[in-house]
């Protein structure tokens, strides 16, 4: 289970000065910055952007055009359903409706005890084995039915 | 002599519980006190078989599968150690049809070797193309690529070995070698299956590319769905440095070539070539105009190549046996072999490689025998999201580039999504216009508003709203969407709406009467 640090400006230096000689710096830097913090804050945002010589203007555009960075840390666990179309073809989305009513958020959202944020993915590359799902970074889930869904929300809620 | 088991984890085999079953098998031999080696491989791509546990014996490797970790106990009572009699035994693995009917040459080591070991990859051929091409030197190594007829396994299937000629000769200090796995396709899963299977054969692949253009850097751009390839690819790199196989003196050689791998962020737009270069220097994915051709003005300006990582794991093998081996499998312009990826609703899922020219209907029927929910197949999506979808009456097409593009389609990545008869195929349109939305680097207006407008006509025409008449604008959309746009994102776009409109009229409530109209 990942744990996130509280937003540190003095950390988040550390960070972006060991990776900002690296070429094409901005994309480590953000990754390493969400691994940390759990986001990419507003005030990480500036920092990165002077560290790298861009506008602060620049950094937002490149910040928000990814769908991996966050402006607010998930919840403690965060699970990503697939709903690409092997995942739709093989019953995904029954099962989506289903871990939206169950948790009582919708794709994106976050439970009100902060313990779930559920997230829409498109295509883990498992689409052998449709449905499928990834709790938190790498543990992946696949061939899901209501039955291993239930057992999957229920270890995310736990 | 200790016995020898294998079990894969790959993220498809971990999926359905690989883990516990290899750490219920460790602990279970430790309390018998059995001399096991467990040896962790990539997957064979016979995922409705994971996890699959393989035994070495005198004969060759012995199935079980699928195995959970409660049949642990049961499989080392019937002596599995020996290849003894289970009902899970599957007998030799590569005499399953499944396997037994493909022809294995990029994928020949996945699932066989540790990905993690660079003995076991030199033991199975493995570094014999980078020896060759160290001895033919840079041309006639471009030139190998040439003859092979080796195209773009990416989906835009373009002349891998012209790419690298430009490149080649072009005159700059610094050059590029880019890896694109950004496989975001949904039903591939060919590119995470060597990364997690066979690293090796893609390093050796992008260091044959360095020497042969004369590029001393490598970048691997992987997509960050992709946890487990980049953990694999990691660690394949640094054992390969450690042996001196990448580096400054690539293999005791005057060339330099050296390499890393990079994490994309959640954008699908940037499995596009010149989107991905621009994400790789730190900006947003947006799609560059061509020309320049990356191969004169690519990564930070410089020349580079950049392949998909199917492409460059063909080409070991092509410089090992030789053009012409390579070449004469396949049909018309599709030389080689394509690694075919069957999923979706489908009874056996999974990774076929074969030789261009086998039929849709072999491939969903007979190989992959089929929905997995038994009901009859209605439509199948072939090469990811922006690819047609093909009825059943359609399945003779050959799988080959220009047979589906006869057909107003395209092979892609090579991926086949397929559906049962509950899906409702304008929903399916709606979905592809939804995503290209959802996905679209926001450059050119025909993506970016087409897509939306699209996704609103669609709503309009099922709900009867002057169903005809945007019938129309519904393909006049598409035809600006397909000759407006920049790249394969919007332009392909139109392909999963205009077949599943052409095919499927009945769910958009239309009449092969207005289609005709429209025409």
């Known amino acids: 289970m990942p744990r996130y640090e509280p937003w540190d400006p003095e950390r988040a230096s550390v960070i972006i000065a060991a990776n900002r000689h690296r070429a094409g710096a901005a994309l480590p830097i953000l990754h390493a910055l969400q691994h940390a913090f759990g986001c990419v804050p507003e005030a990480a945002i500036a920092m990165v952007a002077d560290a790298l010589n861009l506008s602060r203007a620049e950094m937002h555009g490149t910040v928000t055009f990814y769908h991996d960075f966050r402006k607010e840390p998930p919840g403690r666990r965060v699970l990503k359903l697939c709903r690409a179309e092997s995942c739709q073809a093989a019953g995904g989305d029954a099962l989506a409706a289903r871990a939206e009513e169950k948790l009582g958020v919708e794709m994106g959202g976050t439970t009100a005890d902060a313990r779930v944020t559920l997230e829409a993915v498109y295509c883990l590359g498992l689409c052998h084995s449709s449905p499928a799902a990834m709790l938190d970074h790498d543990r992946v889930y696949g061939m899901l039915d209501e039955a291993k869904l239930d057992a999957l929300l229920k270890e995310a809620q736990a | ?519």
């Open chain 2, 1 to 519: 002599m200790s016995a020898r088991i294998y079990i894969s984890r790959d993220s498809g085999a971990l999926c359905v519980g690989a883990e516990e079953v290899a750490r219920a098998l460790f602990k279970a031999v430790e309390r018998r006190g059995l001399a096991v080696e467990i040896v962790r491989t990539g997957s064979r791509g016979m995922y409705w078989l994971e996890p699959l546990v393989e035994v070495a014996t005198p004969q060759g490797r012995i199935g079980y599968g699928p195995v959970k970790a409660n049949d642990i106990e049961s499989l080392l009572d019937s002596g599995v150690l020996e290849g003894g009699e289970h009902p899970l035994r599957l007998g030799l693995v590569e005499d399953i049809p499944f396997f037994k009917r493909q022809t294995r040459l990029t994928f020949a080591r996945v699932g066989v070797i540790d990905p993690r070991s660079l003995e076991d990859y030199r033991a199975h051929g493995g570094y014999k193309g980078l020896e060759k091409a160290l001895a033919l030197g840079p041309q006639a190594t471009v030139e190998e690529v040439v003859n092979s007829g080796l195209r773009g396994r990416g989906g835009a299937g373009f002349p891998t070995g012209i790419k690298w000629r430009t490149v080649a000769q072009t005159v700059n200090p610094q050059k590029y070698i880019v890896c694109n796995a950004d496989e975001g396709d949904s039903g591939t899963f060919a590119d995470r299956m060597i990364m997690e299977g066979d690293p090796l054969v893609l390093i050796e692949g992008m260091t044959i590319a360095g020497i042969a253009t004369g590029a001393t850097y490598g970048y691997i751009y992987i997509r960050s769905e992709y946890p487990h390839a980049v953990e694999a690819m990691e660690i394949a790199i640094r054992r390969a440095r450690e042996a001196g196989m990448l580096g400054p003196r690539v293999a005791g050689s005057a060339y330099a070539f050296d390499m890393e791998v990079r994490v994309g962020a959640g954008a699908y737009v940037c499995g596009e070539e010149t989107s991905l270069l621009e994400s790789l220097e730190g900006k947003r994915g947006e799609v560059r105009a061509k020309p320049p051709l990356p191969a004169h003005i690519g990564l930070f300006g410089k020349p580079t190549v950049i392949n998909n990582v199917l492409s460059l794991a063909s080409v070991p093998i092509i410089i090992s046996d030789g053009a012409a081996y390579y070449r004469d499998f396949g049909m018309g312009r599709s030389r080689g072999t394509m690694p075919i990826q069957l999923a979706g609703n489908i009874k056996y899922g999974g990774l076929f490689e074969t030789a261009f020219g086998i039929s849709l209907g072999e491939l969903v029927d007979d190989i992959g025998g089929g929905t997995r929910s038994g009901r009859p197949v209605r439509a199948v999506q072939v090469g990811g999201p922006l690819g047609a979808y093909f009825p059943p009456a359609l399945f003779d097409t050959a799988f080959d580039y220009e047979a589906f593009t006869a057909r107003d389609g395209l092979i892609g990545h090579g991926g086949i999504v397929v559906f049962d008869d509950s899906v409702d195929m304008a929903k399916q349109a709606r979905f592809a216009m939804e995503f290209c939305a959802i996905e679209s680097c926001g450059k050119c207006t025909p993506c970016r508003i087409g897509s939306a407008r699209g996704v609103e006509l669609v709503d309009k025409i099922v709900a009867n709203e002057d169903r005809a008449e945007n019938l129309l604008v519904l393909e006049d959309l598409c035809n600006t969407m397909k000759f407006g746009s920049l790249c394969a994102l919007g332009g392909f776009t139109p392909y999963p709406v205009m077949s599943a409109l052409t095919h499927f009229p009945e769910d958009f409530g239309a009449t092969p009467k207005h289609l005709a109209a429209a025409e």
